[in-house]
Nanobody
Framework: QVELVESGGGSVQAGGSLRLSCASN????????MAWFRQAPGKEREWVAD????????YYADSVKGRFTIPRNNALNTVYLQMNALSPEDTGMYYC???????????????WGRGTQVTVSS
């Protein structure tokens, strides 16, 4: 059974940076794409970024393009979300996700982490 554990969330002022980590267990296929989603209070969960199994392709939501990156280290079974130039609009619970098909829609995600909170103050 795939298990995903997020870490690295916290509180930061606008303009600051955070790096989230998502550790997966050995049951997670290295060919799966990995993604980050986020959910703000009262809003639906939204896709933020994803990376292909081999790590060659990364995709980003327009709202984070140029500020966030999603590196992946398959040797460590870990995917990251490097977040720079954070704004209060980035506040929310951030979830790691894994899928054997598409990683940019919640319906295709097969495994979710429990989330890590990111709070950005102005």
């Amino acid at each position: 059974q795939v298990e995903l554990v997020e870490s690295g969330g916290g509180s930061v002022q606008a303009g600051g940076s955070l790096r989230l980590s998502c550790a997966s267990n050995a049951a997670t296929p290295k060919t799966n794409c990995m993604a980050w989603f986020r959910q703000a209070p009262g809003k639906e969960r939204e896709w933020v970024a994803d990376i292909s199994g081999g790590g060659r392709r990364q995709y980003y939501a327009d709202s984070v393009k140029g500020r966030f990156t999603i590196p992946r280290n398959n040797a460590l079974n870990t995917v990251y979300l490097q977040m720079n130039a954070l704004s209060p609009e980035d506040t929310g619970m951030y979830y790691c996700a894994s899928s054997a098909s598409k990683c940019n829609v919640t319906e295709s995600v097969s495994s979710w982490g429990r989330g890590t909170q990111v709070t950005v103050s102005s």
